[in-house]
């Protein structure tokens, strides 16, 4: 299990990352993501902040800039579900081809919408969660900085070569001690305190197998606290048009992270 889920975790960023930085998107998609960017909707994504992690170079580590991206989305008020509406529907309206092209088949907006919305909250805590043992990190930013001090830079080109090794079948090494932190104790206290079913009595033994008893028992690291603005944004709906021909690439990592969101659950199945 603990191997699934190293893979899992590894293979969620590197389809983030991997699609984020194609250009082969289709000019629709590019567009109405541009739009999305730019529209008030997905401030409370700091969807404007993916643009450092989009256009870092390809030897550049993507952490800082996740970092810097997460940090910002954590002091936002949350989405409201009109606002995850509007933004998953703008997606798949736009980007129905891309998305069938990345074997995902033909998604329905109305499921997707659904599914986004009951996921949120649960990523959104996980992703904000901070670790004051570790001078107040995201625990998403040292989790990210423990893979790499395991497989090397995690820049494009070295999820690049990451995605490879995984489609061979290969499994990085990432030792347990790693992974096995409090801030991923309380990652998964609040999955399977959300989500029930995904979590079965298997995954809690196998989990206590590679992390031991203590990892499963429930309680709550004290260093490990919630750094989410508890507030909800005010749904907008009107969009600024402005500079839409000039941010063109910013299109996949949004959609990416919104991949990343849908799937991000899979690890732990
Ligand atoms: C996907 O949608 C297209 C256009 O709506 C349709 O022609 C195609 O049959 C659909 N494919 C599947 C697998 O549902
Ligand atoms: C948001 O939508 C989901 C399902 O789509 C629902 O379970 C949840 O209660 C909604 N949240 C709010 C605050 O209305
Ligand atoms: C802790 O965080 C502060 C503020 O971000 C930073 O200035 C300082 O260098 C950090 N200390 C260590 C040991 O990383």
Redesign the pocket.
Known sequence: MIAMKRTGVLAVIAAGVGFASSQSLSSQCQSGLTQLVLSSDTTCLNAQALVAVVTADSSTSLVNPINNWLTGLCAQPACSNSTLATVVTAIVNNC?SDI?SLGL??VSASELTSVVQQAYPTVRKVLCLSNSGNNNTLCATETLTNIQNSVGTLSKSGVESLVNQLSNGQIPNVPSSALCTDCNKESFNIIKADFPDLVSSQVVSEVSGECGATFVDGADPSSVTQSANTGTATPQSAASNDGVSSLGALGGILVSSIITVATGFAFIA
């Open positions: 129905q069938s088949g033909n």
